[in-house]
């Protein structure tokens, strides 16, 4: 089996564990071989075209060749059309030299099949070398086939959760004893890898407002240390301690730990902005638990016949679905007419403000209000920072002369440590200016309760 495998923390990793335990147990002998250091038997680096020349030399000696693919595993990451056909001749010798070949298809763009580039032929010559390729929806079966003209009879859809087993024996209450949490908590629950796409601080807005003994917690690592994921883990710990009964838990989480905390949850939420399926909804499913999701990717394919699984479209769904879980549904928060257009730009302030609080489930303080020279007023005082823009590396340009060649060259080179900086400067700039506007903030309430 080709895979990343634990200890490294990857969802794939963790796939492969289970589906090499899973072999075994039906008697197969399986290697593992690993494309970074781990607990596999063999370590090769994969990417690009002498990575899969060297697998090569590697598949002759065994019966059965499966591969957990993702693109970033073969090909390097911003490859262009040139190197992604060179990467894909490779990977076709390999797989043609295997007796027989099994790749599993965690992720994969299919637009690269599209097409008569040399890119497009070599990604379907690929495909046409594997036996039996696995996916996790019909809707990823289909994408498939029509992308890459692979044969319908060797896609085929497996349930994403088919091999998992529970890493621990505790039952509700020893769970929550052992993580803290009291017996009488109504507990919501965000687990997995720390990263934009997986929406946690959606739940975390969602649930701002809820009473207690309502909590939310958000369990997670980051799971590549890029300057964007970091910078979102920090901004989800900042919203996380401005929302009561929300508590982001970042740190390394081992598949034991992660399956207490979802037998200690009353419900899973999983907000996701982007996915296709999810393994986090599977481990739900092992435990019994509740799942309330976004309906992105084939989630709603995943989740078809599954109980206790609520699928929501919107942000306002989110909070309505958590709402009502915790035993809080809301009532009647759009009755009532708005102020009109003569009223003024205060009166209608003040009436999202109220309506606001009702939404979080408590009344309107007094002095919070934001009038319309207030707004004003902190939009001119951030403005001058929102207005200088995100820096980003200059383009090479297009074409095949010599200046254009020279600036791809030396983006290539400098490229790994100069976005690290841009990405920074952009961090700060975005920080300087909610710094700025939560000072103007602050001020007027301090003014407020002086007076």
Do not use: C
């Amino acid at each position: 089996m080709v895979s990343p495998y634990p200890p490294l923390r990857d969802g794939i990793a963790a796939y492969a564990l289970q589906s090499v335990r899973a072999l075994r147990a039906e008697g197969h002998d399986v290697e593992v071989l690993s494309p970074g250091p781990s607990a596999a038997h063999h370590h090769l680096d994969l990417v690009g075209p002498r990575g899969a020349l060297a697998l090569a030399k590697r598949v002759r000696g065994y019966d059965r060749l499966v591969v957990q693919f993702h693109p970033d595993f073969f090909y390097p990451i911003g490859a262009s059309p040139t190197q992604r056909a060179a990467v894909s001749a490779a990977l076709a010798a390999a797989f043609r030299l295997a007796p027989h070949v099994e790749v599993v298809v965690h992720e994969i763009d299919y637009r690269h099949g599209a097409g008569a580039s040399p890119a497009a032929l070599a990604a379907r010559a690929l495909w046409q070398q594997v036996d039996r390729v696995t996916v996790h929806s019909e809707s990823e079966r289909t994408a498939f086939v029509d992308a890459f003209g692979v044969r319908p009879d060797r896609v085929h859809v497996t349930e994403h959760g088919a091999a998992f087993v529970p890493h621990t024996h505790l039952d509700r209450a020893a769970a929550r004893r052992s993580l803290g949490i009291d017996q009488d908590a109504f507990v919501f629950l965000s687990i997995g890898f720390v990263q934009p796409h997986k929406g946690y601080d959606r739940a975390v807005r969602a649930f701002q407002g809820l009473p207690a003994p309502a909590r939310l917690d958000v369990v997670g690592s980051v799971r590549v240390e890029e300057p964007q994921f970091v910078a979102y883990a920090e901004e989800l710990a900042e919203l996380a301690a401005d929302v009561p009964g929300a508590t982001l838990h970042l740190g390394f989480v081992s598949d034991e730990l992660f399956d207490r905390w979802l037998i200690a949850s009353d419900v899973v939420v999983l907000p996701y902005r982007e996915i296709w399926s999810s393994g986090v909804v599977e481990r739900a499913r092992l435990f019994e638990r509740p799942v309330i999701a976004t309906r992105v990717g084939a989630l709603a394919e995943q989740t078809a016949g599954m109980p206790d699984v609520r699928l929501v479209s919107s942000d306002a769904e989110l909070r309505d679905a958590m709402w009502e879980a915790a035993g809080h549904p809301r009532h009647g928060l759009d009755a009532g007419p708005w102020p009109s257009a003569d009223e003024g730009r205060a009166a209608i302030q003040a009436a999202v403000v109220e309506r606001a609080a009702a939404m979080r489930g408590g009344p309107v303080a007094s002095g919070t209000a934001t009038d319309a020279t207030t707004v004003r007023d902190r939009a001119r005082a951030t403005a001058p920072l929102r207005r200088v823009g995100e820096v980003h590396l200059p383009d090479p340009g297009h074409g095949r002369g010599m200046r254009v060649l020279a600036r791809k060259v030396v983006r290539r080179l400098t490229g790994w440590q100069l976005q690290p900086v841009v990405d920074h400067v952009n961090a700060l700039t975005r920080a300087t200016a909610e710094a700025v506007d939560r000072t103007t903030s602050g001020g007027e309430g301090s003014t407020r309760t002086g007076r």
